[in-house]
């Protein structure tokens, strides 16, 4: 399982970074899209210091540049990859204690997070594709299985 999530985190990354890149190619930058990539940005870190214990001042709305998202999205995934690399399964199961953005209290298993990090990051990227569609823009192909071709190749 641990090796399956350390693949998928590639993946979220590989599937970010073409994302970006769509946005890039666009003849204006779309405010929206950039806001809902650096959204996504925000959310790994704020849930990876969850699980840590890092204490942070991130916001789930910070705003960065495209190129910035790319570089970040790529440490992140370094730091999701450290996360699990060296642990038994049982890992995925500890109960984390955090708060959410609203102050409320909540308690999840780091398998639960890690699904929530990988969900959220697709969710947004469809949001992004669509805008850049209605941006005149080519959205990325961000499918899992091009992915894997694209490994196979």
């Known amino acids: 399982m641990l090796e399956h999530l350390i693949h998928l985190f590639k993946y979220n990354n590989w599937a970010t970074e073409r994302t970006a890149?769509?946005?890039?190619?666009?003849?204006?930058?779309?405010?929206?899209?950039?806001?809902?990539?650096?959204?996504?940005?925000?959310?790994?870190?704020?849930?990876?210091?969850?699980?840590?214990?890092?204490?942070?001042?991130?916001?789930?709305?910070d705003n960065f540049i495209i190129e910035e998202s790319i570089s970040k999205s790529a440490e992140l995934t370094n730091q999701w990859i450290n996360l699990f690399e060296g642990k038994e399964t049982s890992f995925l199961e500890k109960r984390i204690h955090y708060k959410n953005s609203d102050g409320k209290k909540f308690e999840s298993s780091i398998k639960d997070i890690t699904t929530q990090v990988l969900?959220?990051?697709?969710?947004?990227?469809?949001?992004?594709?669509?805008?850049?569609?209605?941006?005149?823009?080519?959205?990325?192909?961000?499918?899992?299985?091009?992915?894997?071709?694209?490994?196979?190749?």
């Open 21 to 61: 890149n769509s946005i890039i190619t666009l003849d204006e930058i779309f405010p929206g899209g950039v806001r809902l990539l650096s959204h996504i940005i925000s959310a790994q870190q704020i849930w990876l210091n969850r699980i840590t214990g890092i204490e942070s001042n991130i916001n789930f709305w």
């Open 119 to 153: 969900n959220h990051s697709t969710y947004h990227r469809a949001q992004i594709a669509l805008l850049v569609r209605q941006a005149n823009g080519t959205p990325a192909v961000t499918d899992y299985i091009v992915y894997q071709r694209e490994l196979q190749k």
